[in-house]
């Protein structure tokens, strides 16, 4: 079985997050800067088999698409373009980021630690995956 790969993007800075080759656990990855994000997959593509990516969806309280949905599809185009034989899947990731420092501190994390906003990406883009993958275990 081939490993999946969460990704948190965002417009400056983007996690990453990956499972294990039987889909049951994710784990952190990486955090860069959002234009190294595909290099980067391309890089770990030709080391490891990844059978889809999750890319979270962030939708507004009232259920509206975030502002930065545009810039995601443009993202999710050149992933397509990269990749064309991976699957490339959404996922919503409201309120990870906020989980991912509460996450951080009730793990003991120092503060400076904390401050860095990539691990804070990289964490959410964690728990984007981990979700999904509880999602379709309890779907299925």
């Keep these: 079985m081939a490993c999946l ?7 400056k800075r983007t996690g990453l997050s990956c499972t294990d080759p ?10 860069l800067p959002t234009s190294e994000v595909i290099p980067f997959l391309e890089d770990y593509c030709l080391k490891v088999e990844v059978a889809a990516f999750v890319i979270g969806k962030p939708i507004q309280k009232d259920g509206s698409p975030s ?6 599809q443009d993202f999710i185009k050149a992933l397509k373009i ?9 996922y919503d990731e409201r309120f ?3 989980i991912a420092l509460q996450a ?37």
């Design 5 to 11: 790969v969460g990704i948190d993007f965002g417009t």
């Design 96 to 98: 990870t980021s906020k």
């Design 82 to 90: 990269k990749f064309p034989n991976q699957i490339i899947e959404r």
């Design 22 to 31: 039987n889909q049951m656990i994710a784990s952190g990855l990486n955090n």
């Design 67 to 72: 502002n930065v949905e545009h810039q995601i």
């Design 104 to 140: 951080m501190l009730e793990g003991g994390l120092k503060k400076k630690k904390r401050k860095e906003k990539g691990m804070i990406d990289q964490v959410s883009a964690t728990l984007i995956l981990q979700s999904y993958l509880d999602f379709k275990t309890n779907t299925l």
